[in-house]
């Protein structure tokens, strides 16, 4: 592309435009982690309407998240190359073709197909390359912009699977996923096209600074992605990532069915992933701006050490309000999970290849999200107990915080 004279717009010094960066990135985490984690609402109707066992029915939501994190390996280096808002607008809209037809099948096997890459590929064309873009955009509040825009999960967790319950009570499963793909397609898009890459069009440095002179990476591009790619602080941080993720996504499947096991209400029951957004987005609040005070390395490591210690908390919960207890703790953990992530590879690796090697990263989380929450849904139907899912997931929480504080002081 030929270099332009044209100076570049001059962000209003008032209101620094990487808030509505934020502001785009949270709509679009909001739309689609809101459409995903409300599929606990669904499973006990779909189990019903296709006369189907809980382990299949929960392979829809483990097909979904397999790709929307997997494909950040290709979101990713796209949003580096072309940019992140046209992929955002993109994603929005499959996540509503994907809701709309879903409300349309007429097998379970549809289903997978249509829920399975509708929001499969609508969350994983918009979620890396809309957070990588807020990195860009920050560096003395990374922490705390980083986990604002991701707080759009814990929202959409808080608030999604109520209003999908309610609308399923009086709707049913089928109308409820066609509002909800409207909505996506409409809210989301509309939203996304706040996202943008870079805060020098603007004139601008991160943090709305002027803009001043950079220092410029050496080496090749290839180069220097490969040897981040294999030094050991990356490799220990995608390890730890993988292994924790087996335990990552299975209360927002099982949580509501366990509950119901016990004797708690539907309507009880359903707001338990409510409080998991609770909890999800007071620690993206809070917790990103205490780790950037604290270290962010450290408290990543932190949110490791949380998530394992509430899944014990799930092992001896057996009613409502200890369930509630752990939802609460879990997403407070969790959400500082999600929003330091994407603060700590950047702190680690630098800007220059965020949106890949977020993406890459992102691909140990995948392979979790497919085998976890479905394995925990056959070891049910197998022993009519969720205990070995709870337990095994204390142990890989217990890994990977252990493999995350040896490689974290690498070089």
Same mark, same amino acid.
């Given at each position: 592309m030929r270099p332009t004279t044209t100076d570049p717009p001059v962000s209003d010094p008032r209101i620094f435009y990487g808030w509505f960066v934020v502001a785009g990135a949270f709509a679009v985490t909001f739309v689609g982690f809101g459409s995903a984690y409300s599929f606990s609402a669904f499973l006990i109707p779909l189990q019903h309407d296709f006369a189907a066992s809980r382990g299949s029915v929960s392979l829809v939501f483990s097909l979904a998240g397999f790709l929307y994190f997997g494909l950040g390996v290709v979101t990713g280096p796209l949003a580096d190359r072309w940019g992140a808002k046209g992929l955002a607008v993109a994603g929005m809209?499959?996540?509503?073709?994907?809701?709309?037809?879903?409300?349309?099948?007429?097998?379970?096997?549809? +289903?997978? %197909?249509?829920?399975?890459?509708?929001?499969?590929?609508?969350?994983?064309?918009? =979620?890396?390359?809309?957070?990588?873009?807020?990195?860009?955009?920050?560096?003395?509040?990374?922490?705390?912009?980083?986990g604002l825009a991701v707080s759009g999960i814990g929202v959409g967790t808080l608030v999604v699977p109520p209003i999908?319950?309610?609308?399923?009570?009086?709707?049913?499963?089928?109308?409820?996923?066609?509002?909800?793909?409207?909505?996506?397609?409409?809210?989301?898009?509309?939203?996304?096209?706040?996202?943008?890459?870079?805060?020098?069009?603007?004139?601008?440095?991160?943090?709305?600074?002027?803009?001043? !002179?950079?220092?410029?990476? $050496?080496?090749?591009?290839?180069?220097?992605?490969?040897?981040?790619? /294999?030094?050991?602080?990356?490799?220990?941080?995608?390890?730890?990532?993988?292994?924790? !993720?087996?335990?990552?996504?299975?209360?927002?499947?099982?949580?509501?069915?366990?509950?119901?096991?016990?004797?708690?209400?539907?309507?009880?029951?359903?707001?338990?992933?409510?409080?998991?957004? +609770?909890? $999800? /987005?007071?620690?993206?609040?809070?917790?990103?701006?205490?780790?950037?005070?604290?270290?962010?390395?450290?408290?990543?490591?932190?949110?490791?050490?949380?998530?394992? %210690?509430?899944? +014990?908390?799930?092992?001896?919960s057996v009613s409502l309000w200890p369930l509630a207890l752990f939802a609460l703790a879990y997403g407070v953990f969790y959400g500082g999970f999600v929003a330091l992530a994407p603060a700590v +590879?950047?702190?680690?690796?630098?800007?220059?290849?965020?949106? $890949?090697?977020?993406?890459?990263? =992102? /691909?140990?989380?995948?392979?979790?999200a497919l085998i976890g929450p479905s394995a925990a849904g056959f070891a049910f139907d197998v022993s009519r107990s969720y205990t070995l899912p709870i337990l095994i997931s204390v142990g890989a929480y217990a890994v990977a915080s252990a493999v995350l504080a040896v490689t974290s002081r690498a070089t």
């Open positions: 809209v499959l996540i509503g073709i994907g809701l709309a037809a879903a409300s349309m099948a007429r097998s379970l096997g549809a +289903v997978y %197909l249509a829920y399975g890459l509708g929001v499969g590929l609508g969350i994983g064309c918009s =979620y890396v390359p809309a957070i990588a873009a807020v990195q860009r955009w920050f560096v003395r509040r990374r922490g705390f912009a980083s999908a319950s309610l609308l399923i009570g009086t709707l049913g499963w089928r109308e409820t996923y066609l509002a909800f793909g409207a909505f996506s397609a409409v809210a989301g898009a509309g939203m996304a096209v706040l996202i943008e890459d870079d805060p020098r069009r603007r004139g601008l440095a991160p943090d709305g600074d002027a803009a001043g !002179s950079t220092i410029p990476a $050496s080496g090749s591009a290839e180069a220097v992605l490969a040897k981040v790619l /294999t030094s050991r602080r990356f490799v220990g941080l995608y390890a730890a990532c993988f292994i924790c !993720s087996f335990g990552l996504f299975v209360p927002f499947v099982h949580l509501v069915p366990y509950a119901l096991d016990h004797g708690v209400a539907q309507s009880a029951a359903v707001l338990l992933v409510g409080a998991i957004g +609770v909890g $999800s /987005t007071a620690g993206r609040f809070l917790l990103g701006g205490v780790a950037d005070r604290l270290g962010r390395p450290l408290s990543f490591l932190l949110m490791f050490v949380g998530m394992g %210690l509430s899944f +014990v908390i799930w092992f001896f +590879v950047i702190d680690y690796f630098g800007g220059r290849h965020v949106s $890949s090697l977020i993406g890459i990263l =992102y /691909t140990s989380v995948a392979f979790g």
